[in-house]
């Protein structure tokens, strides 16, 4: 199993509050940088992020102090229930952080071969000393916000177009492309949901915590 924080790959983890991952990402790119590293930080978060004022501040000291910051907005075109037109008055966010003074670009993000060659290049340029890169990687969300959501914000044939150009179904359409079968897609498959079920199978038979093991790591 991996665990959701894992420092000895370099995951430092995340949590529930809208853009807090973006400090804590530079804030890593500084201890690289000061400890003359060539580590580079990378955050993922949604557009809904864009609005927080701790990303405004962390975009400007990134740019000020050069850091090896990688950031990618995934952009799904919902802030939870909200279309982005209704609460961001630019809603292309690589343009806001371009007015930083970052390198931004704005990608196919249900394009692996695309994100991936995005984020190689970004990474070589924060170890060249060349400052922070912003990727706003456009995609779809394919599910509500959470169960039970209801959806009323789009239209179920928007939801169903937007599954043909999920970013797995063009992957498999890639890789038949460079002369894969189709049951190499389907041995694939089967290993991830083997990985899922192995995963979901611990996690419900494994016991409930002891209640004094809610102080665990808690310092006062």
Known sequence: MVPSINPSVGLLGANAIVAAGVPHAAGAALASQLQKKDTVALAFFGEGAVNQGVF???????????????????????????????????????????????????????????????????????????????????????????????EVYRTKEEVVKARENEPILRLGRRLIELGCEDTDLSRLEAEAEAIITDALQFAESSPLPEPADAFTDVFS
């Not at 405004?56 to 950031?71: D, T």
């Not at 809603?91 to 060659?117: L, M, P, W």
């Not at 924060?126 to 706003?136: F, H, K, L, Q």
């Open 56 to 150: 405004l501040e962390s975009l400007n000291l990134a740019v000020i102090w050069k850091l090896p910051l990688i950031l990618v907005c995934e952009n799904n075109l919902y802030s939870e229930m909200t279309p982005s037109h209704e609460t961001t008055s630019v809603v292309e966010t690589h343009k806001r952080a371009s007015g930083f003074g970052f390198e931004s670009v704005q990608i196919d993000g249900n394009d692996i071969e695309t994100v991936y060659e995005s984020v190689k290049q970004a990474a070589a340029r924060a170890r060249d000393g060349g400052g922070p890169t912003y990727i706003e990687a456009m995609t779809y969300r394919l599910w509500g916000h959470m169960m039970g959501d209801p």
